[in-house]
């Protein structure tokens, strides 16, 4: 059996798939990676760079996104043979229990790769998602994001996914008081700040630097790791980079 190798019946819903490029946001930022980007979330954050994987209201979804056979996803995503793939959304959890997530990640295993999932930090891994992901690149929302507390904050599906020793954290902050509330989120929930990083929310170059140059000192002294957002310092908020 070879990466490519799977059922053609398999699928899953992609807004887009492309690279090699680099991860500009997290710990594995600069590194060299391809992007498998699906659709749907079940969150509404007012900032999202991404809303056209499930605003219905601002966009015709059935346009945006495409079911598309797993193999040619993989043909796609392993163009230039990256050492990493990373599966991003939307929220890609929502896709776990379908036959194509496994077939996926399997064919990516089979590949060589390793997989990063980003993930909003409200849905738990399945066994097969949490013992074949190399890491999960966390992101919870924080107040200004716009939903309640009760829909963006999952304390058990926090819990599974710091259990699997394979989860970083992603914090997306506009300024001090949004470092603040990271604060209390990571004693609330025992996060170590080690495994903490603080990335400024803005999809230009101007918004990201006055944002890093204010959080930057005290997100070190909190003992917080800092990411920028690499992918707009170079090519801007330019889709498919």
Same mark, same amino acid.
């Given at each position: 059996?070879?990466?490519?190798?799977?059922?053609?019946?398999?699928?899953?819903?992609?807004?887009?798939? =492309?690279?090699?490029?680099?991860?500009?946001?997290?710990?594995?930022?600069?590194?060299? +990676?391809?992007?498998? /980007?699906?659709?749907? +979330?079940?969150?509404?954050?007012?900032? +999202?760079? *991404?809303?056209? *994987?499930?605003?219905?209201?601002?966009?015709?979804? /059935?346009? *945006?996104?495409?079911?598309?056979? $797993?193999?040619?996803?993989?043909?796609?995503?392993?163009?230039?043979?990256?050492?990493?793939?990373? $599966?991003?959304?939307? !929220?890609?959890?929502?896709?776990?229990? #379908?036959?194509?997530? /496994?077939?996926?990640?399997?064919?990516?295993?089979?590949?060589?790769? !390793? $997989? !990063?999932?980003? *993930?909003?930090?409200?849905? !738990?891994?399945?066994?097969?998602?949490?013992?074949?992901?190399? /890491? =999960?690149?966390?992101?919870?929302?924080?107040?200004?994001?716009?939903?309640?507390?009760? #829909?963006? $904050?999952?304390?058990?599906?926090?819990?599974?996914?710091?259990?699997?020793?394979?989860? +970083? =954290? #992603?914090?997306?902050?506009?300024?001090?008081?949004?470092?603040?509330?990271?604060?209390?989120?990571?004693?609330?929930?025992?996060?170590?700040?080690?495994?903490?990083? &603080?990335?400024?929310?803005?999809?230009?170059?101007?918004? &990201?630097?006055?944002?890093?140059?204010?959080?930057?000192?005290?997100?070190?002294?909190?003992?917080?790791?800092?990411?920028?957002?690499?992918?707009?310092?170079?090519?801007?908020?330019?889709?498919?980079?």
């Amino acid at each position: 059996m070879t990466a490519l190798d799977v059922d053609t019946n398999d699928t899953l819903v992609v807004r887009e798939v =492309f690279g090699p490029t680099v991860q500009g946001e997290g710990p594995s930022t600069g590194r060299r +990676c391809s992007f498998i /980007r699906l659709g749907g +979330c079940n969150l509404t954050c007012t900032w +999202c760079d *991404t809303p056209e *994987t499930w605003d219905a209201g601002r966009y015709n979804l /059935r346009e *945006t996104l495409t079911r598309r056979p $797993i193999h040619q996803i993989l043909a796609h995503a392993l163009q230039g043979d990256p050492a990493m793939v990373v $599966i991003t959304g939307g !929220e890609p959890l929502l896709h776990q229990r #379908k036959d194509g997530w /496994r077939a996926l990640l399997g064919a990516l295993i089979l590949a060589g790769a !390793e $997989i !990063e999932v980003e *993930t909003n930090g409200t849905q !738990e891994p399945t066994e097969h998602t949490a013992r074949w992901v190399t /890491r =999960f690149n966390v992101s919870p929302k924080l107040a200004h994001a716009g939903d309640p507390a009760e #829909k963006r $904050i999952r304390p058990g599906a926090l819990y599974a996914l710091h259990d699997t020793r394979k989860a +970083c =954290f #992603k914090f997306v902050c506009r300024g001090l008081d949004d470092l603040r509330e990271v604060q209390a989120f990571t004693a609330a929930h025992a996060i170590d700040p080690e495994r903490v990083w &603080i990335m400024p929310e803005g999809t230009d170059n101007a918004t &990201i630097t006055r944002r890093l140059s204010e959080l930057a000192d005290p997100a070190i002294a909190a003992g917080f790791n800092v990411s920028p957002r690499l992918h707009v310092a170079i090519w801007g908020d330019e889709k498919g980079r």
